[in-house]
């Protein structure tokens, strides 16, 4: 399984960016999928979730009203639109899959694949 997220970029403050994360490979029983961020001297924090074959979702309370986040299963590709970007938007943000899906997770730990982040940087 290969996550490959992609879409990051510098945007002013107040801005939109639609991140997307493609994944390829198969993944047993299915999975939800995530996406986090790291902001540089920071732990990986928390954005959004969805499941894949619900499409419920769930999002930290920093992004709530902002973004949304969302997935086309013909495609495999699950996006994160961001919208009223913030400069403590600023981040690496990663996609992962969790292969557990009866809860939608919030915990790094929790996912099983991970993609290798894309920066975005929100200036002022």
């Known amino acids: 399984v290969q996550l490959q997220a992609f879409g990051g970029g510098l945007v002013q403050a107040g801005g939109s960016l639609k991140l997307s994360c493609v994944v390829s490979?198969?993944?047993?029983?299915?999975?939800?999928m995530g996406w986090f961020r790291q902001a540089p001297g920071k732990g990986r924090e928390f954005v959004a979730t969805?499941?894949?074959?619900?499409?419920?979702?769930h999002f930290a309370d920093s992004v709530k009203d902002r973004f949304t986040i969302s997935r086309d299963t013909a495609k495999n590709t699950v996006y994160l639109q961001m919208n009223s970007l913030k400069v403590e938007d600023t981040a690496v943000y990663f996609c992962?899959?969790?292969?557990?899906?009866?809860?939608?997770?919030?915990?790094?730990?929790?996912?099983?694949?991970w993609g290798q982040g894309t920066l975005v940087t929100v200036s002022s």
């Open positions: 992962a899959a969790d292969s557990s899906i009866a809860t939608l997770h919030t915990e790094p730990f929790e996912y099983d694949y």
């Open positions: 490979g198969r993944i047993s029983g299915g999975y939800n």
């Open positions: 969805i499941s894949w074959r619900f499409g419920s979702t």
